[in-house]
């Protein structure tokens, strides 16, 4: 808690924060926090509210993004890079060693969505009761001793069971980072976050590719060259876990690399979100809405859309650039610029989204390339005079990653509800994991080289998400009226300034130009932030399209 030199501190209005009395008794946020509210109520019970001044806010926001973004960052990148071995696998021999007929290698990249799509539910669960930090770590350890124990199996039904325990524990990783870039950014941040962390497969696409190419010419007595990949891939996420575990907090009023005071400003800097930060409260009347949600269907039909394309080239990539007459190691190599494509696409799109303030003509654009890039690889004769221009249209496909992330930041933009957050963004990976079980399914390596079903898919569904993107945003925009008529009939002014998706700038300028925080009849915006409401029952939740 603040000591009573920061306080005294506050009161300076020319550089730090500006103390501001409660509107109402702030036993209110003890009472509301004791009754499943969320934990940030409790913790802010004895602090005086304050406006954080740019200056504080751009402090803290350096400290979070130098402790937990690169935390991150490399989950990400091993989770991304131990799902992706198998494709490394099979350019190494696996597909023979392990004598894999038909659809089996198919399957090997679908059995981790399956187990992902199983584990949802549990893990929306988990994300409300247990401690966030701490869970993390748990899944990255027993992911990285399953990919190391891959090391032993040579047959369908050994990788098979490892490669579904592999999904089971990964499973947890995207949904646990989107909680944590809802507990410690403001919306106006979030998206380059997402973004950030996301952008990762591109890293992995680079050097998983590069360590590939390294690891495959080591020449061992016992050890194929796919088994050494699997086991130095694991190795290094069981390393990595032990970090996990010691340096990621469970919530900003926990964080160790935060005094009181700052840990205050970190909660406060959350208030325009309208979502709170965390609550351990199971909910089920969330449970209900959620589901009820034409919102939460929405998000499920964008990322399975986008998915099935996603699942299907993230298995077959590498054997699509060999159908061009390469041969292994120039394959390894070729793939990289896929991932460089795919971080360009990927902050670029989070980029311009968080310039423009809107998800929605971000994510149309992005579908653009992949269907001029499908087109190509259907249509051009897989000839050798022809490798340049299919590697080009490979390349366009590769746009593809920078979709994902920003459904994950639209979802969870537009979500409130501690219970309803954990559980829409369960569906969102349920869908994203139905996708990825299909798309590896709609290729076969008997297709070489156009692989025409498959590709085919690919661009019906690019096309089917421009559709959805509009119809989502008109939804959208439809809820905002809504809420603009429930705020007149309670009293409060129809228009609401949206700060949260303001940078502090903005948002200073803005407060100075409207005189403050009230609203009209002593009403505050963001008195009902920490109160673990939903974005359908809190009526100053504006939902961003």
């Known amino acids: 808690m603040a000591s009573n030199n920061d306080s005294a501190s ?12 409660l509107p109402a008794d702030k036993n209110a946020y003890s009472e509301k926090a004791a009754t499943g509210g969320d934990k940030a109520a409790g913790f802010l019970a004895s602090q005086e509210r304050i406006t954080v001044s740019p200056e504080d806010n751009d402090r803290i926001l350096k400290k979070i993004d130098l402790t937990i973004l690169p935390i991150m960052l490399v989950v990400y990148f091993l ?29 090997l990249g679908s059995i981790v969505y399956i187990a992902q799509l199983v584990m949802q539910p549990i893990i929306a669960y988990f994300l409300v009761k247990l401690p966030t930090g701490k869970f993390a770590a748990l899944m990255v350890v027993c992911w990285g001793i399953i990919l190391s124990c891959m090391t032993a199996t040579n047959n369908f039904k050994g990788l098979l069971a490892t490669r579904f325990f592999l999904g089971a524990f990964e499973a947890s990783v995207a949904p646990t980072f989107v909680a944590i870039t809802q507990m410690w950014w403001r919306r106006s941040e979030q998206t380059n976050r997402n973004a950030s962390w996301y952008a990762m ?54 964080a160790k690399f935060l005094n009181d005071h ?12 309208q979502m709170g930060v965390v609550s351990t409260e199971w909910k ?72 423009t303030k809107k998800k929605g003509p971000a994510l149309a654009l992005l579908c653009i390339p992949p269907i001029v890039g499908t087109v190509m690889l259907l249509c051009l004769e897989h000839t050798i005079a022809n490798r340049g221009p299919l590697l080009v249209g490979y390349y366009l496909i590769s746009v593809y990653p920078g979709i994902s992330p920003l459904i994950y930041s639209w979802s969870s933009q537009n979500t409130a509800g501690e219970t309803k957050k954990k559980c829409t963004t369960a569906i969102l990976f349920i869908g994203q994991s139905a996708g990825n079980i299909i798309g590896p399914l709609l290729y076969n390596v008997a297709d070489k080289p156009r692989y025409k079903r498959g590709l085919t898919s690919s661009l019906s569904l690019f096309i089917v998400l421009i559709v959805l993107i509009v119809l989502t945003t008109l939804y959208l925009m439809v809820l905002n009226k809504q809420h603009s008529k429930r705020r007149v009939a309670v ?55």
Not at 10 to 21: A, G, H, M, S, Y
Not at 82 to 106: C, H, M, P, R, T
């Open 10 to 21: 506050v009161d300076r209005k020319d550089n730090i924060d500006t103390v501001e009395t």
């Open 79 to 107: 989770q991304q890079l131990d799902k992706s071995s198998l494709s490394y696998a099979s350019v190494f021999g696996i597909i023979q060693d392990a004598n894999l007929k038909g659809q089996e290698y198919s399957w």
């Open 201 to 254: 497969n591109g890293a992995t696409n680079i050097l998983g590719s590069l360590l590939a190419y390294g690891l495959g010419h080591i020449s061992s007595g016992s050890l194929r060259s796919y088994q050494i990949i699997f086991l130095f891939c694991g190795l290094a996420t069981v390393v990595f876990s032990i970090v996990v575990f010691l340096y990621l907090p469970d919530s900003p009023m926990e």
């Open 262 to 273: 700052d840990k205050v400003i970190a909660v406060e800097r959350l208030r325009d979100n």
């Open 284 to 355: 089920w009347e969330h449970v209900f809405e959620c589901l009820l949600d034409i919102k939460t269907w929405c998000w499920f039909c964008l990322i399975t859309s986008i998915s099935i394309p996603s699942g299907g080239i993230t298995t077959f990539g590498p054997l699509i650039i060999t159908s061009f007459g390469f041969d292994k190691y120039q394959t390894m190599l070729l793939n990289m610029p896929f991932g460089a494509v795919q971080i360009i696409a990927t902050m670029g799109g989070a980029a311009f989204a968080t310039w």
């Open 491 to 545: 009293g409060k002014s129809a228009l609401l300034v949206d700060r949260s998706m303001m940078n502090v700038k903005e948002r200073a300028a803005d407060l100075a130009t409207h005189g403050g925080e009230e609203g009209e009849e002593g009403n505050r915006v963001g008195d009902q932030a920490f109160d673990d409401m939903t974005d359908l029952k809190n009526e100053d939740f504006i939902f961003i399209y």
